[in-house]
């Protein structure tokens, strides 16, 4: 961890659509001066090409630049760690704390989060996450729900963790797509305690 840094934060982006979240979330973290510790499943690499402008590449260092330079990141302020880094600190609950965001997150991986599948890192950290009751916020954008998802849904929250559906809300009278994407940005940096100005809080 980065001594000119604030605590770091984990953000995992996965093959759900709303990749323009995940990616928002890591430019707020960064300009509130956080270390931020990134993960992109490879589902995830094809929604942000499908759904965005940004082409990312898929090599972790080569991504951290990437990222780097898209959110003014200061030097070592973004790391990246591959799918299957197993010797990355979120890999172990004795590896630094850090809060953990999965934004979005698929209905898979919400699937293999809720059994403890653990099959790649980002399913690992999260396991870290609940094992040592740190904070994990889930961030599922999926129409219709089935029972499925809502008993993992469930399940996950009696865990301790904080599922937050990507169903922004209008009473901001949004003026474009962008002001819908930082509403929910704006939620999960509440959650996490983070100060931010991306919109005011009800009633201000």
């Given at each position: 961890m980065g001594a000119?840094?604030?605590?770091?934060?984990?953000v995992a982006l996965t093959g759900a659509s709303g990749a323009q979240y995940g990616l928002r979330l890591i430019e707020a973290l960064v300009a509130a001066d956080h270390e931020v510790w990134v993960m992109?499943?490879?589902?995830?690499?094809?929604?942000?090409?499908?759904?965005?402008?940004?082409?990312?590449?898929?090599?972790?260092a080569r991504l951290a630049e990437a990222l780097g330079e898209r959110s003014a990141a200061r030097p070592g302020q973004i790391r990246c760690f591959g799918r299957e880094e197993w010797l990355a600190p979120v890999a172990s609950?004795?590896?630094?704390?850090?809060?953990?965001?999965?934004?979005?997150?698929?209905?898979?991986?919400?699937?293999a989060v809720a059994t403890g599948a653990?099959?790649?890192l980002i399913e690992r950290a999260a396991d870290v996450a609940?094992?040592?009751?740190?904070t994990l916020i889930l961030v599922p954008r999926e129409t219709p729900l089935s029972a499925?998802?809502?008993?993992?849904?469930?399940?996950l929250s009696q865990l301790g963790a904080v599922i937050l559906p990507?169903?922004?809300?209008?009473?901001?009278?949004?003026a474009a797509v962008e002001d819908l994407v930082d509403f929910i940005v704006a939620r999960i940096?509440?959650?996490?305690?983070?100060?931010?100005?991306?919109?005011?809080?009800?009633?201000?």
């Open positions: 000119d840094f604030r605590s770091p934060v984990t992109v499943s490879k589902a995830a690499h094809l929604v942000i090409e499908t759904e965005t402008a940004v082409a990312l590449p898929a090599r972790p609950g004795s590896g630094a704390p850090s809060a953990m965001v999965i934004c979005p997150c698929s209905t898979g991986t919400l699937s653990s099959n790649n609940l094992k040592e009751r740190r499925i998802h809502l008993e993992h849904m469930l399940r990507a169903a922004p809300g209008f009473y901001h009278k949004p940096l509440n959650q996490l305690g983070i100060e931010h100005r991306l919109m005011p809080r009800w009633g201000e």
